[in-house]
């Protein structure tokens, strides 16, 4: 619960700021973004977890990779386009936001990222 209503917060404080509260995210975590998701779309773990810290890559099992894949890779597949949202101090991490539209028409997914130290730290999709 409180993931989502952190969420939800921060898409408000976005919206008050226009659509984009940073044209763009560091081109470092831009290039994690690519990759997570073309992690995704192939169902790759092992690529996902190259990007992680220890605890997410023992985390983040086989299972929650096919859940994951199966739940959003066919959409990111067929179409999306990412808007950078903001990037969030939460926890002495980074934490980036993107909103996710995908060319079906279906709901839109809010991307969070959280960094340390360059690495995956958490990945949620709300």
């Not at 980074?94 to 809010?110: M, N, P, Q, T, Y």
């Amino acid at each position: 619960m409180q993931l989502r209503v952190s969420g939800i917060i921060a898409l408000m404080v976005a919206i008050a700021f226009g659509s984009n509260v940073y044209a763009d995210p560091p081109a470092s975590v831009g290039k994690t973004f690519d990759k997570v998701v073309a992690a995704v779309i192939s169902g790759d773990r092992d690529a996902f977890v190259a990007l992680a810290t220890p605890a997410v890559k023992s985390a983040f099992t086989p299972e929650i990779m096919k859940s994951v894949r199966s739940a959003f890779g066919k959409r990111l597949e067929a179409g999306y386009s990412a808007e950078y949202l903001c990037e969030l101090d939460q926890a002495g991490l980074e934490v980036h936001l993107w909103k996710v539209s995908f060319r079906d028409g279906g709901d839109d997914v809010v991307v969070r990222i959280a960094m340390q130290e360059d690495l995956v730290a958490g990945f949620f999709l709300q």
